[in-house]
């Protein structure tokens, strides 16, 4: 992948890294990773081997503050990550285009899919986390509360995961400007959701809100019994690439 990377100047004048796999084909498959995750992990990396495998375009990139992009993290947020995405996305969009978004990855995929409605053949979000800010705010116990407000960050543990995470006041504050889930969600394309019934980052609920809210007739959601919050096993991802398929 090293030889791949490139980098793209964003609206927020920061280099936004990026590989794009382009084999010529009429269909581009976009992948948006996950807080604090970057585009070297499981889950993009096995895409990328798929869709060479299968002769699909492929775009995965690195949000601001994250892995070889620049910027700095705790200066992040939905708005301005989301937008990172979209301009990605505007930049390689293709005759049919299909986002694939894991995790808040699955947030700004949502995101991403309303502003471009038309131009979008499909969506599947894995463990996907629209609204979050809100759950993790409410998780905080008051003395959290307090620090965070006067600190302007916090660092805090996900059980999912063996790293703890830094969470900014700014980010939080961001995210409740971004919500999707109160309102019906103005997206019309097929739409797949995969979810793991053991994770205990994102509840299941979570996925089973985004079916009722979005405007899609094509939609469907697969809990997978003894799936966690990455979804990254083989059996896990073989269920993507099922998925993909369906949408192609």
Not at 61 to 85: C, L, N, P, V
Not at 150 to 168: A, L, M, S
Request: hydrophobic share 35%; charged share 30%; with cysteine.
């Amino acid at each position: 992948m090293e030889n791949n990377i490139k980098y793209l100047k964003s609206s927020f004048n920061e280099e936004i890294a990026y590989c794009y796999d382009d084999i010529r084909s009429d269909i581009s498959i976009f992948f948006f990773g996950g807080y604090s995750s970057d585009m070297s992990g499981t889950k993009a990396t096995a895409l990328s081997k798929w869709c060479l495998k299968n002769k699909y375009n492929f775009i995965r990139f690195d949000y601001s503050g994250h892995g070889r992009s620049g910027g700095k993290f705790e200066e992040g947020g939905i708005s301005k990550w989301s937008t990172e995405a979209d301009e990605i996305f505007q930049n390689f969009k293709n005759k049919k285009n299909i986002i694939i978004g894991s995790s808040m990855g699955g947030w700004i995929s949502l995101l991403v899919a309303k502003r471009n409605n038309e131009t979008i053949h499909g969506l599947v979000g894995i463990a996907s986390a629209p609204d979050f800010v809100v759950g993790e705010w409410n998780r905080l116990s008051e003395d959290q509360k307090t620090k965070i407000k006067k600190e302007g960050k916090i660092i805090i543990n996900w059980d999912d995961y063996e790293d703890d995470y830094v969470i900014t006041y700014k980010f939080l504050e961001d995210g409740m400007k971004n919500m999707l889930l109160k309102n019906t969600i103005p997206i019309t394309c097929p739409i797949r959701l995969l979810h793991g019934k053991l994770d205990n980052v994102v509840s299941t609920s979570v996925s089973q809100t985004i079916i009722e809210k979005i405007e899609s007739k094509d939609k469907d959601l697969f809990i997978i019994d003894d799936g966690d919050h990455s979804l990254s096993r083989d059996s896990d991802l073989n269920l993507l690439f099922n998925k993909i398929f369906e949408l192609i």
